[in-house]
């Protein structure tokens, strides 16, 4: 077990640069989750997979949020035409299934300029 | 859509004093979770509630799940300065909603 593994730990961009992150989950993990934290909130949820299907995805996402799963191993979250608001740490988590315990990564903390 | 609120959102205590945090839903839950993030860390799972007024412990920690199963509680006996952190519930559904944790700081 070698854990979440994101990248890259930080990003800086400037306002309207697109970025794309990456989450590696626990090898037999076929849960994957994407969330989004801000200073003093609790992670605030983006989107999951089952395998390399995506099932649900936040009404609050942008169409300038995509992300993808191919093969059911990794996922990347792009984002397109960056805003200042943007600004968070997004987490990544894994799971065996449904209701079992989340296995977060360190998250990549993105800052617009 | 499912919410769960938690308070204190915020909780200073001396170091060996009690502390405890609360996490309320307005809908019944099929199950709980609590986490613990150390600053400038990342969640780290803690525990899962799933019985009617069930009680579980880890050393100082005791979580009880309500008869309900509308609210959960966490219980710091004897506060360490390790147990610095946010403490989150979580209500697992297909997506799993958090809290907004309680920050617990920890006076020597």
């Given amino acids: 077990d070698t854990g979440v593994s994101q990248n890259p ?8 640069q697109n970025v ?3 989450c590696d989950p626990i090898s037999e993990h076929n849960r994957l989750y994407w969330y989004r934290q801000t200073l003093g909130q609790g992670p605030e949820f983006l989107t999951y997979f089952q395998n390399e299907a995506q099932l649900e995805k936040s009404r609050l996402l942008s169409d300038r949020f995509s992300a993808e799963r191919p093969k059911g191993s990794f996922s990347t979250l792009e984002i397109q035409r960056t805003e200042q ?17 989340q296995h977060f990564g360190d998250g990549t903390r993105l800052s617009i300029l | 859509g499912q919410q769960v609120m938690q308070i204190p959102q915020y909780q200073h205590v001396q170091e060996g004093e009690d502390f405890t945090t609360y996490c309320n839903s307005s809908t019944t839950l099929s199950n709980i979770q609590w986490y613990k993030q150390r600053p400038g860390g990342h969640p780290v799972f803690l525990i899962q509630l799933v019985k009617s007024g069930e009680v579980k412990k880890q050393k ?6 309500g008869e309900a199963k ?4 966490l219980h710091i006996t004897a506060t360490q300065t390790t147990d610095v952190g946010t403490y989150f519930c979580a209500a697992p559904d297909d997506k799993i909603i958090f809290g907004k944790g309680t920050r617990l700081h920890i006076l020597p």
């Fill in chain 1, 9 to 16: 730990r930080h990003k800086i961009t400037k306002r309207g």
């Fill in chain 1, 20 to 22: 794309t992150f990456r």
């Fill in chain 1, 85 to 101: 608001g943007d600004s968070a740490m997004y987490l990544c988590a894994s799971t065996r299934g449904f209701n079992q315990p």
């Fill in chain 2, 60 to 65: 100082r920690l005791t979580f009880q799940f």
């Fill in chain 2, 70 to 73: 509308k609210n959960s509680s």
